[in-house]
């Protein structure tokens, strides 16, 4: 995954493809995101600041690192049932 700098001369472009590469492994469905001008950003139908768009990309990005690590093994699971079927 690319690091997004927080820098005003980005393309807003990388910002809109960045938000919605997040948001979508995070909640698993596309924003509707597009850019307004002046740095403001239509966010799901809510107006935004390229300032806080970005820290929504920081918090999205670590949401997702928490969800991927609490993620229990499929297989472990699995097996303990297996287990109490047999007893």
Request: proline share 6%; no cysteine; net charge positive.
């Given at each position: ?19 919605r ?30 300032i806080?768009l ?34």
């Amino acid at each position: 995954m690319v690091a997004l700098a927080d820098d005003p001369t980005l393309p807003p472009r990388y910002v809109v493809d960045t938000y919605r590469r997040v948001y979508h492994t995070a909640h698993g469905r596309e924003p509707v995101v597009r850019y307004m001008g002046n740095h403001w950003y239509s966010v799901n139908g809510e107006t935004v600041h390229r300032i806080t768009l970005m820290d929504e990309i920081a918090r999205l990005r670590d949401l997702s690192q928490k969800q991927y690590l609490n993620r229990p093994d499929k297989s472990l699971i699995q097996r303990l049932i297996g287990r109490l079927r047999s007893m």
